[in-house]
């Protein structure tokens, strides 16, 4: 049985992710920081379509320690596939940012991620194939003004991905970011309705992204004929900002 995790799995973009992937005939681990009502009633619809699999609801707060994390991955079944579709932003300016929210945003985008990929390294490599997808952004390509930090922990997760990929490729372990533009999720829900159809007009293809148009390569990435494409950051921006 094929396992992944899905960190974030009550995102909007996550929830697509966990469904695109139990079609694919994964079975699933299914993270959540604090939503656990939203997690066990994703468990449930999944379980409801594909009673052969599994669909397990797991929490965990990124700002625990690193005994935490790692006493929460030596608790886990075997994984051969981990998504990282968490994430955070803050606009403003930089020099409006409280120091304590630079620290949180950087962690929760960019430092437990990495050390996860540490910890989940063992028993991904004893596997006959695995994936790792971090969710990037446009944003670590092209830098966004009132959202720099951000930018910063996106762009890192693209040389992150490029690096540890060499380190793990023969061990048929491949690390990927897939790279989304504007899309339609609660992050943006705070722009006025005029700021999202100027935005609109700048995407060539003329609308925002929905979930499943980012989860669709998620899955492709994780499909084993995919092995021979790593450590690549894909940018699903319909064409904006490139």
């Known amino acids: 049985m094929k396992r992944a995790i899905v960190f974030g799995a009550t995102g909007g973009i996550g929830q697509e992710i966990c469904r695109d992937l139990a079609d694919a005939g994964w079975s699933l681990y299914l993270h959540y920081h604090s939503n656990a009502q939203g997690a066990q009633e994703l468990a449930q619809e999944l379980f409801a379509k594909y009673s052969k699999q599994d669909f397990m609801p797991v929490q965990l707060d990124f700002a625990v320690r690193d005994t935490e994390l790692t006493r929460f991955v030596k608790n886990l079944l075997p994984v051969n596939a981990a998504v990282f579709a968490q994430g955070i932003t803050k606009y403003g300016f930089l020099g409006d940012e409280d120091l304590s929210d630079i620290t949180k945003l950087i962690n929760i985008n960019l430092t437990v991620p990495i050390k996860l990929t540490k910890l989940l390294?063992?028993?991904?490599?004893?596997?006959?194939?695995?994936?790792?997808?971090?969710?990037?952004?446009?944003?670590?390509?092209?830098?966004?003004?009132?959202?720099?930090?951000?930018?910063?922990?996106?762009?890192?997760?693209?040389?992150?991905?490029?690096?540890?990929?060499?380190?793990?490729?023969?061990?048929?372990?491949?690390?990927?970011?897939?790279?989304?533009?504007?899309?339609?999720?609660?992050m943006n829900a705070i722009f006025s309705e005029e700021t999202m159809q100027e935005v609109q007009e700048e995407i060539p293809i003329g609308r925002w992204a929905v979930g499943n148009d980012i989860s669709y390569w998620v899955r492709t990435l994780l499909d084993q004929r995919s092995g021979y494409l790593t450590g690549q950051t894909i940018y699903v921006t319909g064409g904006w900002l490139l």
């Open 121 to 186: 390294e063992p028993q991904l490599m004893k596997q006959n194939f695995s994936r790792i997808v971090y969710l990037g952004s446009v944003y670590g390509g092209a830098g966004s003004a009132l959202e720099s930090v951000y930018s910063a922990t996106k762009g890192g997760l693209t040389r992150f991905a490029q690096a540890y990929a060499r380190e793990v490729a023969s061990n048929n372990l491949t690390a990927n970011v897939i790279a989304p533009g504007a899309v339609k999720t609660q």
